[in-house]
């Protein structure tokens, strides 16, 4: 039972990475992702090719350096696109990426994958606890994640990017550099899908392209809705409560014994996806609220306004 709550978690925190890094992608500058699974399959592929090579950290990082470099890349072909074709421009690189991976065998493995990826301090740690030690690094790799996105959020960079999302016509009035900011935004939401490829490489130890399908980008927008858009901390609520209900319901073939694990596996999904609908009926905003508080005030109080941003001219609170 231990082993399985480890797993649980782990599960989790990944679901998590890449919940943050759709949010801030999409939740704060508004730019819509479907191509989430390739990003985590270039950083899960990238790690599990290098670490053999230049160790475990250096593989990290060169996994969040690579679907970062790629997101600036997909988003200069694409940035100036509405939302929709946006959407669809990623939808097909993600399809794109997992075509690569399934046909480029002499790199990728191929369809049967690449397995045996070594994990982090596996030659430190005794075999029984490698499952509780990759936790702990998963969680503290969550909080790192969660720090940096948050302070990002909360600067003046973060307040022009949700200026972006809610009126880029009036932020570009102000002039406001909006391709040159949705590229960077692009960017970091990248590298936590990187990071988040490279996590799951690790715990997983084997990689194939049919373990990054549309089914993660999903389950990504499931936690940004549930948990609240724009909300970090809602976030990390909505990506848990969705994973503990997609892996707890797996007991309900023992509740329910006259359906097919298929069924059961159906039965799930469409479980989560009535409760997504009840929630946005219930709470659209979702389980947390986008904080408004400071931003409110300082509008309030143009004073305060300008010091907060001292690159705003004063006669322009309205461009916080």
């Known amino acids: 039972m231990t082993a399985y709550l480890v797993t649980i ?27 989430v699974a390739g990003f985590v399959a270039l950083g899960a592929y990238a790690t599990a090719l290098l670490t053999p090579v230049v160790g475990w950290f250096a593989a990290m990082l060169a996994a969040a350096a690579l679907s970062a470099l790629l997101s600036v890349f997909l988003a200069l072909l694409s940035i100036r696109l509405a939302d929709d074709y946006l959407a ?30 070594p994990r982090p301090f596996a030659s430190l740690i005794a075999p029984e606890h490698a499952d509780f030690a990759l936790l702990g ?31 880029p016509v009036v932020a570009a009035s102000l002039a406001k550099p909006v391709l040159i900011l949705r590229i960077k935004a692009f960017a970091v939401g990248g590298a936590v899908m990187g990071l988040a490829g490279a996590m799951h490489a690790f715990y997983m130890t084997y990689i194939d392209p049919s373990q990054f399908t549309a089914i993660t980008t999903s389950y990504a927008f499931m936690a940004v809705i549930a948990g609240g858009r724009g909300s970090n901390t809602g ?34 999904l469409g479980g989560v996806g009535v409760g997504i609908v009840l929630l946005l009926l219930l709470r659209p ?3 947390l609220r986008e904080p408004q508080r400071k931003a409110a005030s300082l509008l309030a109080d143009p004073e305060r306004a300008d010091a907060a941003d001292p690159s705003l001219p004063a006669s322009h609170p309205q461009e916080i």
């Open 9 to 35: 978690l782990v599960i989790v925190a990944i679901a998590t990475l890449v919940g943050l890094a759709l949010n801030f992608q999409w939740g704060c500058a508004g730019l819509v992702n479907f191509g």
């Open 235 to 268: 976030l990390m609520i909505g990506a848990g409560t969705i994973m503990l209900l997609l892996e707890g319901t797996r007991f309900l073939k023992d509740l329910i014994p006259a359906l097919d694990g298929a069924q059961i596996a159906a039965l799930r």
């Open 88 to 117: 669809i421009v990623t939808l097909g690189f993600g399809e794109a990426v997992r075509l690569v991976l399934l046909n480029e065998g002499w790199l990728t493995g191929g369809a049967l994958g690449i397995a045996g990826i």
């Open 285 to 287: 905003q979702g389980l």
């Open 137 to 167: 690094f998963a969680v503290a790799l969550v909080g790192i994640v969660y720090i940096i996105l948050e302070a990002l959020v909360r600067s003046p960079f973060g307040r022009v990017l949700r200026a972006l999302r809610d009126d």
